[in-house]
């Protein structure tokens, strides 16, 4: 999330600096971290002399234990707590990481990737390590593990005692440990799973052939969660403009759900796996799907989908009960300064969407940046945020996001829940005199958060993923303080509104009522604000 550092865990340490900056990795070239950490394993394992050493490669090869894994306040995803001295003969990865995180986020799918190609030589170990204070919570990092779906141990760092016993300067960083219980190397960022395997391969090689390599495989017992809910952690939820179907992002069952403002359900899409398939309703398949946009009758009733891990936007043709993807290759993108045709250009974790026109505009978390998509011609551009992660007011190129994650509008400005900033933000789609500038309403940097009401640069929010127009107000999903709050925009006075949510991730606005993804309690909830009377929608099948 922050700064980059490359180093071999040695006497002679390889290090590869950029530019400082606030974020994991924007402006990485992902070959250049490839060389770095690949050097940085030949250094530490000597099969590369240090230039400092000139012809003595002792230093070199000098083994440095790597401390043990103590200091964490639990373990999850396992029976009990895990020494490095119960991995002897393993190959072990440590992934530092938190639960906000999009760098984070996108390393998860490289690991998983790792641990099925050397499932008997590899054990992964995730240091959650937290930024935000919610994320000191186990209670927290366990539904995150079944929200990603991680399947590897994992240790509550939740005072940080290992990531500084590591020397750890910024999330995601991975460290390799060799079956002996030594350092091989480590590296910050994202894109290093080329490396990593490469590494590993030369291990397996080097070990297996002296006998020290442990291929026995490890079972662990992995975090379950019993709930009869239809629903599996709901990332986002909106409405048709008559308020008749409810359209839900069952985010962790790969899948749309349309139900009756009661719950009955209308109907599904996706086949409940993760996938990228295009097709019917019944065979099309999703990966985490977010944010979405009724398009309705000017385009024949259509849903879009901010189809997140697949890096697309989604198309659904409500009446031929198919699905089609219209932006996005499938691939993580990585230029955020150029666009064009809708499938031809990657895509970075889009996580909401707004319609207003003939326009989507796209919350591109992974990007830092709002994007907008034109449904004529369906070519996509990048529209504000340089693409640094920081928070940054100012002409629409020149701002700065991190990790934009929920969209509302007024008619005349976008409004974003900047999520790592803590903050939202205002951007004019309306255009007046001069330059188009995005302004902030509260929150005032990426490390500053909390939860206090007030105005203005006084206001704390705690990592805030959705909002919604309503009334001359914007009603917020605060979704670490588990609140919703409301801000008036011309004020910048923010207050709680309502209290007793589990981390909801979405809110929407429609015929004076407010609709709530309450992602962790598995639900939609319906509120009248006027009385501020609540109830779940019990989203049930139709008998």
């Known amino acids: ?14 290090a590869f600096k950029k530019p400082q900056t606030t974020n994991g990795s924007p402006f990485r070239n992902q070959l250049q971290r490839f060389i770095a950490f690949t050097l940085a394993i030949l250094i530490a394992t000597g099969c590369v002399k240090g230039q400092e050493n000139s012809g003595k490669d002792k230093a070199a090869r000098t083994k440095i234990p790597a401390p043990d894994l103590v200091g964490g306040s639990a373990w999850l995803n396992t029976s009990k707590p895990i020494s490095l001295k119960d991995l002897k003969g393993k190959i072990v990865l440590l992934d530092f990481w938190t639960l906000c995180c999009i760098n984070c986020i996108h390393t998860l799918p490289d690991l998983e990737k790792l641990e099925k190609k050397w499932g008997k030589e590899l054990v992964v170990i995730g240091v959650h390590s937290p930024k935000f204070d919610n994320e000191k919570s186990t209670a927290s990092i366990r539904k995150a593990l079944l929200r990603y779906e991680v399947a590897h141990p ?28 030594n350092f091989v190397a480590r590296g910050a960022g994202e894109g290093l799973y080329d490396a990593v395997d490469e590494a590993i391969s030369e291990l397996v090689k080097k070990h297996r052939a002296s006998g020290t390599l442990n291929e026995a495989p490890l079972k662990f017992q992995l975090e379950t969660e019993k ?18 179907q409810l359209f839900i992002a069952d985010s962790t069952n790969h899948r749309i759900v349309c139900s009756t403002p009661e719950g009955q359900v209308l109907w599904t899409a996706g086949t409940g796996k993760s996938g990228s398939t295009d ?35 989604r198309q659904l043709d409500l009446i031929k009960k198919t699905v089609t993807t219209i932006a996005g290759t499938g691939k993580q993108g990585q230029d ?29 978390a992974g990007h830092h940046q709002i994007w907008v998509l034109d449904l004529p011609t369906k070519n996509i551009i990048p529209y504000a945020g340089s693409g640094r992660e920081t928070l940054m007011d100012g002409e629409l190129p020149r701002s700065c996001f991190a990790q934009p994650s929920g969209l509302t509008s007024d008619g005349k400005n976008l409004f974003v ?9 205002s951007v004019p789609i309306v255009q007046g005199e001069g330059s188009p500038m995005v302004s902030t309403l509260v929150g005032t940097h990426l490390f500053k958060f909390g939860d206090k009401d007030g105005i203005g640069d006084e206001v704390l929010l705690q990592h805030a993923l959705g909002v919604t127009w309503l009334k001359d107000k914007i009603y917020v999903a605060d979704t670490y303080n588990n609140k919703l709050k409301t801000i008036d925009p011309k004020t910048r006075l923010c207050q709680t509104f309502m209290e007793g949510f589990q981390e909801p991730g979405g809110i929407w606005a429609n015929n004076g009522l407010l609709y709530v993804a309450d992602t962790n309690a598995h639900r939609i909830v319906v509120i009248d604000p006027a009385s501020k009377k609540m109830k779940a929608v019990n989203i049930s099948p139709a008998p």
């Open 154 to 181: 994992v240790v509550n760092d939740s005072e940080r005692k290992i990531w500084e016993s590591y020397g750890i300067e910024s999330w995601p960083t991975l460290v390799l440990i060799d079956p002996d219980g």
């Open 1 to 14: 999330m922050q700064g980059v550092r490359l180093v071999a865990e040695s006497n002679f340490s390889f």
């Open 417 to 425: 829940a900047d999520s790592e900033t803590s903050s939202v933000r």
């Open 227 to 244: 709930t009869q809910n239809f629903l599996k952690f709901p990332g986002k939820v909106i409405t048709d403009q008559p308020g008749k």
């Open 336 to 364: 955020r300064r150029s666009g064009g045709p809708g499938l031809k250009v990657g895509l970075n974790s889009p996580w909401d969407l707004w319609l207003e026109g003939t326009k989507v505009y796209v919350a591109m």
């Open 279 to 313: 097709g019917t309703f019944q065979t099309a398949s999703f990966n985490d799907p977010q944010g979405m946009a009724w398009v309705g009758e000017m385009d024949g009733d259509k849903l879009l989908v901010a189809d997140r891990k697949n890096h697309t936007i």
